[in-house]
């Protein structure tokens, strides 16, 4: 059911329209995966960018991951997609130390009205020093919102702020110099 979920997704990623893709800067909650169970702090960059470093813990294995993730909006600005690359480090508790590197391909729901976030991706990785070389895992993670994106406040007046536009009216200009000075 997963699978079918994010393949229908990855197909309507090309009806995004152009919008800002988070509504968040921070958010921080818990992943859940097959077989192992972790924590996620996201941070917003940019527009379209955010930082993902996830923590997990498995049976056999703990590890660490970053990400860098584009961000695209799907079906409005709280639903959108994203992908990214980064990398891990990892201990596995019969050969000990092991890296490697990271892909993540997700969806992600803001809800509405509620500090929550919801999303759900798959993520397949390569690892130096370890019994697996290749994993494609897939989780779910439901984080809150730490810290609101900044709303930008609706004007009544479309031609700018009025009160700029006597700043502006009171500047000197490079001209001024030759003008008759009342005094």
Known sequence: MFKRLLLLVCLLCGISIASEAQKYRTAAGVRIESDRFGVTLQQKLHERGTLEAIATVGARDYSATGLYEWHFPLLGKRFNYYLGAGAHIGNLKDRGVFTGGDA??????K????????????????????????????????????IKDKKEKKRLWPFGNKNNKKKQEEKPGIFDIFKKKDN
């Open 104 to 109: 993540i391909l997700g969806v992600e729901y």
């Open 111 to 146: 809800v509405n009205g509620l500090p929550f976030l919801l999303s759900a991706d798959v993520k397949p990785a390569f690892h130096i020093n370890h019994d697996d070389w290749i994993q494609l895992s897939s989780g779910i993670s439901v984080r809150y919102v730490l």
